[in-house]
């Protein structure tokens, strides 16, 4: 968004007209808008900025809910987006931990400042760039005085009064439009600088998921955290946010319900294993975190390859004493070993019925979509196929959820 179109629709008659225009989910539903008030007069700033702030609303009720419908967006902002369901529970660390005013250094569209502030938190939420602290104003501004908002570097911001801060590196280009990533080195505020200030004042520090392991500070809690399949973030807490004895954790988001997994550092992988009659794909944040080996203990798993993060067992995977499955991995109970090679394994699935195909593939390259393509498959059954390596061999395994 460029600061034209921001000027447009920060007045009565943008706003009231983004709230007009209700959903936008398709191209075409973008086109005849456009053309629609286009045809009425509206300034081509204006039509842009509100046609373009609907748009975004529309993606953004997966991370916020019925919340987006009253939020403003840019389109980098909502791409580095803390999830509302996530920020509120790094808001509850913070006030489990005692914080009352916390400074969102690298606040974005606010996101992790509305977090903080829903649950009474004093927030200083700052951005480096000028139209993307206007949204957060905007964003914030139902919470008065308990949420301000400057727009400043990160570097520039007196802390006194603060408890704790939380921190966003930019891992992108600078601005609101572009999200090329950037190289290690050119993270702003600097990471030697973000290190510093962590070691001084109780931080929490929001970083991709494969974020260079070797630069987390020793002394750091390290949380990784997937939802709904997808892992979303790392977090580095310091201070009195670090909680005792813990240094690597994975946090578990599925359905709206949590499960964590934590350890005192990186877990020994469990010993490689025969195939069992079980397979299990461990989430990506119990991966990142090197907790696979204390995932497959309490599975009485082993690998099926000492380099491919897939487990094997002779029984289901109960993650409790109740018998309920595992929250760390997805099951499945392997059905045949099928043949590598295309042309006879879409043979083998048509003759199976199977026209619905998941396919799962590591350590060996290989297309997904691709393969299916080749399959030709046809049929009203539905199962799902683990393309992998075990030791030197390529092996096709037909499986079922579990």
């Not at 609303?57 to 996530?86: H, I, N």
């Not at 702003?188 to 987390?216: E, H, M, N, Q, Y």
């Not at 499945?332 to 042309?343: A, M, Y």
Request: net charge negative; glycine share 10%.
């Amino acid at each position: 968004m460029e600061l034209a179109e921001l000027t447009a629709l920060l007045t009565p008659e943008g706003l009231r007209l983004v709230d007009d225009l209700g959903a936008i989910d398709s191209t075409d539903d973008v086109a005849a808008t456009v053309s629609r008030l286009r045809a009425a007069g509206l300034s081509p700033d204006l039509v842009a900025a509100a046609v373009g702030q609907a748009r975004l609303r529309s993606r953004a009720r997966a991370k916020f809910g019925a919340f987006a419908d009253r939020m403003l967006f840019t389109r980098a902002g909502l791409e580095q987006a803390t999830r509302l369901e996530v920020g509120a529970r790094h808001a509850g660390r913070f006030r489990d931990a005692g914080v009352a005013r916390v400074a969102d250094l690298g606040c974005g569209i606010g996101g992790d400042a509305l977090a903080f502030a829903g649950i009474g938190l004093d927030v200083v939420a700052v951005d480096a760039d000028e139209v993307t602290a206007a949204l957060a104003a905007y964003n914030l501004a139902p919470f008065g005085e308990q949420a301000q908002v400057r727009h400043a570097r990160a570097e520039e911001v007196d802390l006194a009064g603060v408890d704790a801060v939380w921190l966003d590196p930019a891992r992108r280009t600078a601005g609101h439009t572009e999200t090329t990533r950037v190289g290690a080195g050119d993270w702003s505020p600097p990471l030697d600088w973000v290190w510093d200030l962590a070691a001084r004042v109780p931080a929490g520090v929001k970083l991709g998921p494969a974020f260079d392991r070797t630069l987390i500070p020793e002394d750091a809690e390290a949380q990784w955290i997937s939802v709904d399949g997808s892992t979303v973030e790392l977090v580095v807490w310091t201070g009195k946010l670090a909680r005792p004895g813990i240094r690597r954790s994975a946090l578990v988001i599925r359905g709206g319900s949590a499960a964590e997994l934590t350890a005192a550092g990186d877990a020994d992988d469990a010993p490689v294993r025969e195939l069992g009659a079980y397979l299990h794909e461990p989430e990506g944040a119990v991966i990142r975190a090197r907790l696979i080996g204390e995932v497959a203990r309490s599975l009485d798993a082993g690998m099926i390859d000492a380099k491919i993060a897939y487990l094997t067992s002779d029984a289901p995977a109960a993650g409790s004493s109740d018998g309920t499955a595992s929250p760390f991995v997805q099951s499945f109970r392997v059905r045949e070993q099928l043949p590598n090679d295309p042309k006879a394994l879409g043979k083998a699935l048509r003759e199976r019925g199977i026209g619905t195909l998941e396919i799962k593939k590591r350590g060996v390259d290989v297309d997904p979509a691709s393969l299916r393509t080749k399959l030709k498959l046809r049929g009203p059954e539905q199962a799902t196929l683990f393309v992998t390596r075990v030791g030197d061999r390529r092996v096709t395994l037909l499986a079922d959820r579990v």
